[in-house]
């Protein structure tokens, strides 16, 4: 199950009180104060981890609360600090303050770290506070409390490709042919109903990271459909593969198809529809449908690529045009007339 979207509260350690205590040994007949310090409480971190894909870990728990540092004692001991929380969130993950809404911090990158409340400070023991002039003190300073937050975290995913298209524009096909995914496949639409990753290879030394995202419909930028909840999740993608079912089962017009989707994600992000993209027909298998393409590329102004995943055609010249647009060694679509 995928999750993009949490509510948490989160809690840092209280700081130990430091302790009042006089020295009473036979062998020290003067004594004096040896109460030690607290402890501090433990802080609570995130950290980016490649590990995880999804914040459903997070899902069934709200509160957070790292440890509290112990007391001081006698003897001049101080009382053991609590151990940092270490919270492990998925790369990509937004951390945003739940009550003012802004963005605390984008986690990007393998182990980036966040510390988001820090634990409160152990309160010193009376030793720390005998001079010359008051040798003997019998107060302590209490431990001060760790900070505490509401927070939203969100997350959009890190892909080099995604795949954007109306409801069975055969995305979920093509991500499964091209690699280990397993996304559902059906012939109705929305059978995607999360985000889903794979990795294809190109070569020994060459992948791209695809997600193939839940099918748009017109409006989704608007919030109808499933779609427009994983809108941002292309926020990251550095190309676009546009999906247009061309075959003879389409349940739009090729154009229509591309039209509807281009303006959905103009209306969503005028930058992301700068985005490079590339325009794909898919279901490329007869006749008739390769004559769809011909004239959804006359009417787009740019090239279309022709795939069939069922019939495995096509499919390694995309995936080596996506990734050269994605390390700048291909052309731009989106640069192109539309």
Known sequence: MFKDEVEIEVRAGRGGNGAV???????????????????HGGSVIFVASSQLNSLLPLAGHYHYSAPDGRPGEGQLCSGRSGEDLVIEVPIGTQVFDKKWGNLLR???????????????????????????????????????????RALRLELKLFAEAGL??????????????????????????FTTLSPQVGIARLAENDTLVLADLPGLIEGAAEGHGLGHRFLRHVERC??????VDVSDDALEDPDTSRRVIE?????????????????????????????????LERSAGRKVWRISAVQRRGLPELLRGAWNVVHGAGEVASKLPV
Do not use: W
């Open 21 to 39: 205590s006089m020295r009473r040994e036979k062998s020290v007949p003067l004594g004096g104060p040896d109460g030690g310090d607290g402890g």
């Open 106 to 148: 984008d986690l990007s990158r393998e182990g980036m770290r966040l510390q988001i409340a820090r634990g409160g400070r152990g309160g010193q023991g009376n030793a720390r506070f005998a001079t010359a002039v008051r040798q003997t003190p019998r107060f302590a300073q209490n431990g001060t409390s760790g900070e505490t």
């Open 164 to 189: 954007v298209g109306l409801p069975n524009a055969g995305k979920s096909t093509f991500l499964a042919s091209v690699t280990a995914a397993t996304p559902k496949i059906a012939d109705y639409p």
């Open 238 to 243: 550095r190309v676009l593969l546009h999906l």
């Open 263 to 295: 303006g959905e994600l103009e209306r969503y992000s005028a930058e992301l529809a700068q985005r490079p993209r590339l325009l794909v027909a898919t279901k490329c298998e007869t006749p008739e449908a390769h004559e769809r393409a011909d004239a």
